[in-house]
């Protein structure tokens, strides 16, 4: 691996469901993020994590939870999806000395 | 509170030059970031400003005035490839971005 990755690329999703999406780094930054993107809005903050082992919320957490169980993994999960979370999902990861951050390629989820 | 604004949308034609704006409201700051995003694409750095002034980074430049909360992306020289959603974000106290919704640049030949 060589960055971040996410899995799946693309999901669709009927309402009601549960879904992890998966989001992997190999760059041993410790701060990670969760962002959805929705047309014509900036990016918005879902959920970070400074460090394993410690999460905080962001801008729009309710519906989400998350983990961070080591440095790499960092899952995102809607435990019961609706329409309204339908979005792309990008997950990021920043590095400490020059603070910038570095995304995964996203998914693409539809709830229906 | 907090609050980044850019244009939605611009176009410029190849070989020219274009100036994207973004005013910043942050709680904190910690710098101003600008990515580029193409279609379909996840974003991707191009310039950070903590100091007031001009990074010129080849092609691309960008600009920070901290007393005005203000900064622009100057792309010189553009390319078809330059079509893309440039995106500005504050960085708060907290070390966290916010993101304005991004201007889509548009280049015509």
């Known amino acids: 691996i060589a960055g971040i990755t996410q899995a799946p690329t693309s999901q669709i999703l009927a309402a009601g469901r549960r879904m992890t999406l998966r989001c992997t780094q190999d760059m041993r930054h410790n701060a990670m993020y969760w962002y959805r993107q929705d047309l014509g809005l900036g990016l918005r903050l879902i959920h970070y994590?400074?460090?394993?082992?410690?999460?905080g919320k962001g801008e729009v957490p309710d519906g989400y939870s998350v983990s961070r169980a080591n440095t790499d993994d960092f899952p995102l999960t809607l435990a019961s999806a609706v329409p309204s979370q339908t979005s792309v999902y990008f997950c990021?990861?920043?590095?400490?000395?020059?603070?910038?951050?570095?995304f995964g390629p996203g998914t693409r989820l539809t709830v229906l | 509170g907090q609050n980044i604004d850019q244009p939605t949308e611009m176009t410029a034609t190849e070989g020219a030059i274009v100036q994207i704006n973004c005013t910043y409201q942050?709680?904190?700051?910690?710098?101003l970031f600008w990515y580029q995003q193409h279609a379909g694409e996840a974003p991707t750095f191009l310039s950070y400003?903590?100091l007031d002034g001009l990074e010129e980074k080849g092609r691309f430049s960008s600009f920070l005035s901290r007393s005005k909360g203000y900064s622009y992306l100057l792309l010189k020289e553009l390319q078809m490839k330059d079509s893309a959603s440039y995106l500005c974000?504050?960085?708060?106290?907290?070390?966290?971005?916010?993101w304005g919704a991004g201007t889509k640049l548009i280049i015509k030949p």
């Open positions: 942050t709680s904190g700051f910690n710098g």
């Open positions: 974000a504050g960085m708060d106290s907290n070390y966290q971005l916010i």
């Open positions: 400003n903590v």
């Open positions: 994590s400074n460090t394993a082992g410690t999460t």
């Open positions: 990021a990861s920043r590095e400490r000395d020059s603070d910038e951050q570095f």
